[in-house]
């Protein structure tokens, strides 16, 4: 075999290794889409009985697809890069995270929507940066922005309305531009 | 080019390992499709990479079916990077 054509391999199955396999994009848009209007519902049931149970059934139903199609795609891709480990452990932290702050502040009578968009932004930045997706780096700051409005600007009665902002600036809009990148 | 790693510059090997080099692990399916070689030939030239402990093959099942994954071992990498430096000196890159 020539060198050449050994510097052609090398490349070329380089190059195959950095494509960005995973399709992610379907995570952001499921949550966005449940989030988005369960924040709008939570604003307008304020006050009313079990208005709260909107949380728990909607992270029950994203949980679920979420699972079946992350099965679905590890059978699909057959590869795992250090990018994807990372991008797993780090929502894999937001997750548990997450519910011990939702435990923490519903405990103490505060509202959880400052903690889950601080974290959701977190994420989501890190994720942008691994992935080189800008739309997502932006989204990240923007959940964070979110977060701090809802930390001290606005009071609680308004947090699930800047959340369902905050959502779907940072998971819909990116989620859809990530979409069609994956379908190019 | 009689000095370059016999054992890399194959290249079916050389794509195999190239390809690992990339990601942490690949599953056979996904060997198969990037490579574009056959199963039998795939076969061959992982056992050979395997026992120049080259990649660790780790088999298990995924429900029913044989789930074979590979990844690249420290020597392999190591021997990759050497591979890729002298092939660079040899072409003057």
């Not at chain 1, 452990?89 to 548990?96: E, K, R």
């Not at chain 1, 977060?147 to 606005?154: D, P, S, T």
């Amino acid at each position: 075999m020539e060198p050449t054509k050994s510097i052609e391999i090398i490349e070329g199955m380089l190059l195959e290794s950095k494509k960005s396999l995973h399709r992610n994009s379907f995570y952001f848009l499921v949550w966005g889409f449940l989030l988005v209007p369960a924040g709008i519902a939570e604003y307008y049931l304020q006050g009313k009985p079990l208005f709260m149970m909107i949380w728990p059934i909607v992270g029950m139903v994203g949980g679920v697809i979420s699972m079946l199609y992350g099965r679905k795609e590890s059978k699909r891709v057959g590869a795992e890069t250090t990018g994807d480990r990372v991008t797993s452990y780090t929502w894999g932290a937001f997750l548990v995270t997450m519910f011990i702050g939702i435990g923490y502040t519903t405990y103490n009578g505060l509202s959880p929507h400052t903690i889950i968009l601080l974290l959701a932004g977190m994420a989501t930045f890190i994720s942008g940066g691994i992935s080189k997706f800008t739309p997502f780096v932006i989204g990240g700051i923007l959940l964070q922005v979110a977060g701090i409005i809802c930390a001290f600007v606005l009071e609680p009665s308004y947090h699930s309305l800047v959340f369902s902002a905050g959502i779907f600036v940072g998971y819909v809009i990116p989620g859809i531009l990530l979409r069609r990148s994956e379908n190019v | 080019m009689s000095k370059l790693n016999p054992l890399l510059h194959q290249e079916l090997r050389l794509s195999i390992v190239s390809f690992l080099a990339g990601v942490e692990t690949a599953d056979f399916k996904k060997l198969m499709e990037v490579t574009q070689a056959t199963k039998g030939n795939l076969s061959v030239q992982i056992s050979k990479l395997q026992k120049a402990e080259y990649i660790t093959i780790a088999k298990s099942f995924k429900g029913s079916y044989p789930h074979t994954n590979c990844a690249l071992t420290p020597k392999g990498e190591k021997d990759f990077e050497i591979y890729l430096k002298e092939l660079k000196e040899l072409l003057n890159i």
